[in-house]
Antibody, heavy 120, light 108 residues
């Protein structure tokens, strides 16, 4: 059974960097048939795709966040990570990691999500 | 980016009734890359339908998807009590991936 689990601080100060890690079990990031994604959901319920990474390290980012986002992969430890710099209150959201199957363009496995609040 | 607009915003129905949810895209979407999700309070979204009309693993056959181009539909043939939730459509035919704003299906 494939499972994803997010981890990281639940509170980040304005202007600082948000860092989250997603641990993958039950699947291999290196298999090559999936992209590994970050998606966030605002308190008002809207969903926003942040970006993804392929096992090779190739990344694709939402243009709205591209200047502040970095996604990295650590295949040996079955993890991928998100860094979002210069955060503001507008970055307060539930952050999900999710697997996207290349053949279907759909997010078939999601982590449980982690709430991140940006506040001083 | 390809903006997805869902309607109605809220749908009030009773168990046993048929639900029809709409998703309209601002640009054509390849049918391969249109999906639907269900989300219940406090949970992550769950994939229901991928590639417009394919049910994900474990999804009951009362859920079906259809459409092409810019107009897509999720149909629930006979509502069960556990079906009431928020539903989102999503496309990744063009980057960035985008989601609709959601349709809340509530018990009448």
């Amino acid at each position: 059974q494939v499972q994803l689990q997010e981890s990281g601080p639940g509170l980040v100060k304005p202007s600082q960097t948000l860092s989250l890690t997603c641990s993958v079990s039950g699947d291999s990031i290196s298999r090559g048939n999936s992209y590994w994604n970050w998606v966030r959901q605002y308190p008002g319920k809207g969903l926003e795709w942040i970006g993804n990474i392929y096992y090779s390290g190739s990344t694709y980012y939402n243009p709205s966040l591209k200047s502040r986002v970095t996604i990295l992969v650590d295949t040996s430890n079955h993890q991928f990570s998100l860094r979002l710099t210069s955060v503001t209150a507008a970055d307060t959201a539930v952050y999900y990691c999710a697997r996207l199957r290349r053949s279907a363009g759909a997010f078939d496995i999601w982590g449980q999500g982690t709430m991140v609040t940006v506040s001083s | 980016e390809n903006v997805l607009t869902q309607s109605p915003g809220t749908l009030s129905l009773s168990p046993g009734e048929r639900a029809t949810l709409s998703c309209r895209a601002s640009q054509n979407v390849s049918s391969t890359y249109l999906a639907w999700y269900q989300q219940k309070p406090g949970q992550a979204p769950r994939l229901l339908i991928y590639s417009t009309s394919n049910r994900a693993t474990g999804i009951p056959d009362r859920f079906s998807g259809s459409g092409s181009g810019t107009d897509f539909t999720l149909t629930i043939s006979s509502l069960e009590p556990e079906d009431f939730a928020v539903f989102y459509c999503q496309q990744y035919g063009s980057s960035p991936a985008t989601f609709g704003q959601g349709t809340k299906l509530e018990i009448k």
